[in-house]
């Protein structure tokens, strides 16, 4: 049936001389599941159902350690200003902390959809490669002389991995 829509009848990698191809494939499916576990968690957190032990994924992003941090030190440092020109207690005071406070949970929010994206892009990026090795398994030589094939999809992977873990 394969050979009538132009396929190979072939079913295992190891018929088709690609015997990298079953250890790209498991060495990918973490990067694979991680993937599908960063987008799963940006569509929720996306559409505002996001939770988080328990908390709704804006409270959690708010008890998180550096969150909790940059709070206190900005908040900190808007009161040193503010008492050094006699406005400790003053509407400025309070405006410039209300100020301080949503850049401070803008910046953090884009910064979680930032890091949650490029885990999803991990997973896809993964996929592609583990694709590419695929197609050095069907083809008859010249994807491999011409791309790089299978080693394109190793170096792939292996870049992949090293940029998201900067």
Avoid at 2 to 23: R, V
Avoid at 42 to 68: C, D, E, H, K, R
Avoid at 128 to 142: C, E, F, P, R, V
């Amino acid at each position: 049936m394969g050979s009538l829509f132009g396929g190979s009848q072939q079913q295992s990698s190891s018929q088709s001389g690609n015997y990298a191809y079953p250890m790209i494939s498991e060495a990918s499916q973490p990067y694979i599941n991680s993937g599908r576990g960063g987008l799963d968690l940006l569509t929720q957190y996306l559409n505002g159902n996001g939770i988080v032990n328990g908390m709704s994924s804006n409270q959690a992003l708010a008890q998180t350690p550096g969150y909790q941090f940059a709070l206190d030190s900005g908040s900190r440092a808007v009161n040193s200003n503010m008492a050094s020109r006699g406005l400790f207690n003053s509407g400025a005071a309070g405006k410039a902390l209300t100020e301080f406070g949503q850049n401070l949970g803008t910046q953090t929010y884009q910064n979680n959809i930032n890091d949650l994206f490029k885990q999803a892009m991990l997973g896809t990026t993964a996929m592609s490669n583990l694709s590419d090795a695929g197609k050095w398994s069907t083809s008859t030589g010249t994807e491999s002389s011409n791309n790089g094939g299978l080693g394109k999809a190793i170096g792939n992977l292996a870049s992949t991995a090293a940029l998201f873990l900067l």
